[in-house]
């Protein structure tokens, strides 16, 4: 303990710790002959490699002379120490405790509609501790990121947004425009200079056309009524087909496979004789949904019919789509009606029906 150190003490502590490095006549002693006698005892007790005495300061007991925390100091401490540890799990999106729930790190984006997909992320524990390793001193100042890039036509990608996001959570609902269109996304930490470390990143999906899943389905449900839907969207029945990241997540949580009904619901259990089997029935028809938009204010017609606009000028209108060549016409006018634009769809349906096939079940016995 320096003799500055020292100065810091009132002369009572003072002479309470020459008292128990029993400094003889301490008790006549002023403020710098403690001083300069507890220095001299704390460089001969260093040289002994003993450890200082604890004393009383100001009624508080003291150890290697540092005090100990009044009552309100203890309660700041304990609010930073909780600050802290906030920060410290939000910064933490790994979501799992043990190596052992998730063999690797994934993302995986679902379309939810034409204009929002849903991430969802497994990370382990150790991948957060390597990006704090690989970050250095830029891990103060990183913030976990969900990273949105626009996939091009040519293949290329560029980045469209990036989502703040923190711990404690394992998926995300990401708002995208411009319909259809690709994207793909990528979990990490942005830090300083625009570094960014990438945790894992997910294949790239495609939004449909808006206006058919919007005005079927307002509101969405949960992923497991709605699981064969948002596999289709996510491109589950595609000829390139899907990730095999969100085929595994849907069968994961929903403890069935995921894939075409002749594949998956179909097996050898599924024949029956046939004097046995109820005949199937079937019968499909079909609507025609009509969107656009225009001036908020303009007045839209469709067969003259009148269409309710959104507040952004968009609109959409369900009709029936009759078995045959038809024309419609969709008229916008200006709100003061001095001009107005006229757009005719000429739309045509021609159903057939197809002669029915009949397995024969025993061949797959």
């Not at 959104?310 to 009709?319: E, K, L, Q, Y």
Request: aromatic share 6%.
């Amino acid at each position: 303990m320096t003799a500055a150190t020292l100065r810091t003490y009132t002369c009572k502590d003072l002479a309470q710790m020459a008292k128990k490095e029993g400094v003889t006549g301490w008790h006549s002693m002023r403020k710098e002959e403690l001083i300069d006698a507890l220095a001299k005892a704390a460089r001969r007790r260093k040289r002994r490699g003993d450890s200082p005495p604890s004393v009383e300061q100001n009624g508080k007991s003291t150890s290697n002379g540092t005090p100990r925390l009044t009552p309100a100091q203890r309660r700041a401490k304990s609010r930073i120490d909780a600050l802290r540890t906030r920060l410290s799990q939000l910064k933490n999106i790994s979501t799992s405790e043990e190596e052992s729930a998730t063999d690797k790190d994934r993302i995986v984006l679902m379309v939810r509609d034409a204009y929002w997909l849903q991430a969802l992320w497994e990370v382990k524990p150790s991948s957060v501790e390597r990006a704090r390793t690989a970050l250095g001193h830029n891990w103060h100042g990183a913030k976990p990121t969900l990273r949105i890039y626009k996939v091009l036509e040519d293949g290329s990608s560029t980045l469209y947004r990036d989502i703040a996001i923190h711990g404690g959570v394992n998926h995300w609902y990401v708002d995208v425009g411009e319909p259809p269109s690709q994207f793909r996304a990528e979990l990490g930490y942005s830090g300083a200079n625009d570094t960014f470390y990438c945790l894992c990143r997910s294949s790239k999906v495609a939004t449909p056309t808006p206006g058919s899943t919007d005005a079927v389905n307002g509101n969405w449900s949960d992923v497991a009524e709605n699981a064969d839907r948002i596999f289709a969207m996510s491109g589950g029945y595609s000829a390139q087909g899907t990730s095999m990241e969100l085929q595994q997540l849907l069968e994961e949580r929903l403890q069935r496979r995921m894939g075409r009904p002749t594949e998956t619901r179909f097996g050898n259990g599924a024949g029956a004789q046939a004097e046995d089997r109820e005949e199937l029935s079937f019968a499909v028809d079909a609507e025609l949904v009509i969107y656009g938009a225009t001036n908020p204010h303009a007045h839209v017609t469709v067969e003259g019919e009148p269409v309710t606009l959104r507040p952004d000028g968009t609109f959409a209108v369900r009709m029936h789509l009759p078995d045959r060549r038809q024309v419609v016409p969709v008229v916008a006018s200006a709100p003061d009606g001095v001009e107005q634009k006229t757009i005719i769809l000429g739309i045509e349906r021609n159903t057939k029906e197809l002669e029915p096939l009949v397995r024969d079940s025993m061949r797959s016995l």
